[in-house]
């Protein structure tokens, strides 16, 4: 049995935790111990969407899941292959309200895309989204992981100029809008995020 213990740890490390554990393994038990409503219902989620079978008991306040993962063909910890899939991003924040917040989620969402598959083939930033891509951002290390692992990542060229950071881009490329649409038509989904 592996042990995962994520109590403290904030979203979507429990499962990314538990996820790569389970990859590690072909067959066994994971028990991940999470200490709060929200990693239990997204670690069960996980083993579900793997259509593996699971158990939680609650214990002194925190959960404890237990995954049984056999060796079966049909169970796979891996996502579909990448169906060339292109995320767009708009902004430098995620939703609307709170901008702190929002930059939060906008690093959390990066992280959790540098522990996901399938990747995405590309990723396109325009607007107030190339600050994401440029000197001093937060989340300028998860898109170094992308960049790394082949993800294609294009900022508007246009953009990076009107806010003066075409001398800051740190990873990618900087692109024409031409190109950006080329990618665009090119995906089989695209994902806006902004």
Same mark, same amino acid.
Request: with cysteine; charged share 25%.
């Given at each position: *049995?592996?042990? %995962?213990?994520?109590? !403290? ?10 996820? &790569? ?5 072909? @067959? ?7 200490? +709060? ?10 083993? =579900? ?6 158990? %939680? ?27 060339? %899939? =292109? ?12 901008? @702190?917040?929002?930059?939060?989620? *906008? ?6 895309? $540098? ?8 990723? %396109?930033?325009?607007? !107030? !989204?190339?600050?994401? $891509? ?10 170094? &992981?992308?960049? @790394? ?8 060229? $246009? ?6 950071? &075409?001398?800051?881009? &740190? ?5 024409? *809008? ?5 990618? *665009? +038509? ?5 994902? +806006?995020?902004?």
């Amino acid at each position: *049995m592996k042990e %995962i213990d994520a109590r !403290g740890l904030k979203c979507p490390e429990p499962v990314i935790m538990t996820k &790569k554990a389970l990859e590690a393994i072909e @067959e066994g038990v994971v028990l991940s111990i999470v200490d +709060n409503i929200t990693a239990k219902e997204n670690v069960s989620r996980l083993a =579900a969407n793997l259509s593996l079978e699971y158990e %939680i008991e609650e214990k002194d306040g925190c959960f404890y899941i237990s995954i049984n993962k056999v060796k079966d063909d049909k169970q796979n910890t891996n996502a579909k292959t990448n169906d060339d %899939i =292109a995320i767009v991003i708009t902004t430098d924040k995620l939703g609307s309200g709170n901008d @702190e917040l929002g930059k939060v989620l *906008m690093k959390s969402y990066l992280y959790a895309l $540098t522990e996901s598959s399938p990747m995405p083939k590309s990723m %396109i930033f325009l607007n !107030g !989204g190339v600050k994401l $891509t440029t000197e001093g951002a937060e989340a300028l290390d998860n898109l170094v &992981k992308l960049s @790394e692992a082949g993800v294609e990542i294009v900022s508007c060229g $246009t953009c990076l100029d009107f806010y003066g950071l &075409k001398e800051k881009l &740190k990873v990618g490329v900087a692109g024409n *809008m031409y190109s950006i649409v080329e990618k *665009m +038509n090119g995906a089989g989904k695209v994902i +806006n995020i902004g």
